[in-house]
Structures are given as structure tokens and as C-alpha cells.
């Protein structure tokens, strides 16, 4: 199953009482079955691919473990960029509350793929391509880079936009069972400014 989700909406519940709503729990109300297969940051929207058989949840995850999954996210960052580029840099989580993630020489290698889509005003709006899988990852690339993510409240400045604007755009990978190419889009980003 593949649903658009949702800035502002976790996508499994959270610790406390407060943090119970999330994509997984509204969606085992009508289907008890369905087990997350990957996850979003509660503030980034887009494409997120669940399971509904313990069989389909180990070979989906096993494509993303092998990296087999390509994965395409569309973002605002602050500033302006110019062409392409690659970061590489270890990432470690640096701090628990608020969590927050950054280069550490024992962090494990992130590697991010980015491309500029439009330059605007004051910022510029990037595709992006993640060729690992770490926390944060892009937020945290980025950030270091010294474009944060347009509303990002950790990395960023919040205040600038109503969300922050990162959107998960595209997965594709071979389908686990048919192996057919697969490719599932997100609608574009609805973000409170434009680029």
C-alpha cells in the first residue's frame, strides 16, 4: 500500500501520550494487517510504502537494506545553489532532545545526491537523492552545507515558513514478487511559499 502523507503527522506513534496519532495507527483502524516498511520525519510529506503481509514487508525491506531503492525528494533549502553536487560525510546522532544529527568521524557514511531544480528570491529549490538511508540525513546534509531546509525547526529557522519544505516526491525499485519496474509519485509539494 502507498499513501501521500501528511506534513505534520508522524508516521508511527511517538513516546507519550501526546504523540499516539500517526499514519501507522489510522491506518490499522481499517487494516490491521499493514506494517511500515520505511519511514518520514513527522514534518516531511510525501510517498510512504507500507506492507500488508509479513512475506511482502521482509522482501521490500531487504530492497532497502541492499539499497535498491531509489528514492526522490523535493526540498526548499535557504540561500541560493547553483548546478549539482554529491555530499558525503558520517552522520552521528550529536544530541537526543531535540534529536539532531551531524558529521562524526564514528558516524556512519551518508551520501546524498543534489540538483537544483529553480533558483527563487531567497531560496532555491532542489531534487534530491539519498543513497543512504541515515536519520535526518538530508536535513542534516544540507544544514552543514549552509542551506537548511526552508521551516526546518531543528536545523533551521522555523519561523520563515508554516512547515517545513521537504517532500518525499518518488520511490522506484523492481517489484519484490513480479519484478516489474515500479515507480510511485507523490503529487507535487504543497508548500506555504513558492519558488
Excluded at 534530491?128 to 533551521?156: K, M, N, W
Excluded at 522506484?172 to 515500479?182: A, C, E, G, L
Aim: hydrophobic fraction near 35%.
Amino acid at each position: 500500500m502507498v499513501v501521500d502523507k501528511p506534513a505534520g503527522l508522524l508516521t508511527q506513534p511517538g513516546l507519550g501520550p501526546d504523540q499516539q496519532d500517526s499514519v501507522i495507527t489510522r491506518l490499522q483502524c481499517q487494516e490491521q494487517g499493514l506494517r511500515l516498511v520505511h519511514r518520514l520525519d513527522r514534518d516531511t510529506s510525501g510517498v510512504l510504502l507500507l506492507a500488508r503481509r509479513a512475506d511482502a514487508l521482509r522482501r521490500l525491506s531487504s530492497l532497502f537494506a541492499a539499497r535498491r531503492v531509489n528514492k526522490l525528494y523535493q526540498a526548499d533549502v535557504e540561500g541560493g545553489l547553483e548546478g549539482r553536487g554529491c555530499i558525503a560525510s558520517p552522520l552521528a546522532r550529536l544530541s537526543r532532545q531535540p534529536p539532531r544529527y551531524g558529521s562524526h568521524p564514528d558516524g556512519r557514511l551518508a551520501l546524498t545526491i543534489w540538483r537544483v531544480r529553480a533558483a527563487c528570491s531567497n531560496s532555491t529549490r532542489l531534487w534530491l537523492r539519498p543513497l543512504t538511508g541515515r536519520s535526518h540525513q538530508l536535513r542534516a546534509h544540507l544544514a552543514e552545507l549552509g542551506h537548511p531546509i526552508v521551516g526546518d525547526p531543528i536545523y533551521g529557522d522555523a519561523g520563515r515558513a508554516r512547515r517545513m519544505h521537504l517532500h518525499a516526491r518518488a520511490l522506484s525499485f523492481r517489484h519484490p514478487f513480479t519484478k516489474q519496474r515500479v515507480r510511485l509519485i507523490a503529487p507535487d509539494a504543497r508548500f506555504d511559499t513558492a519558488c
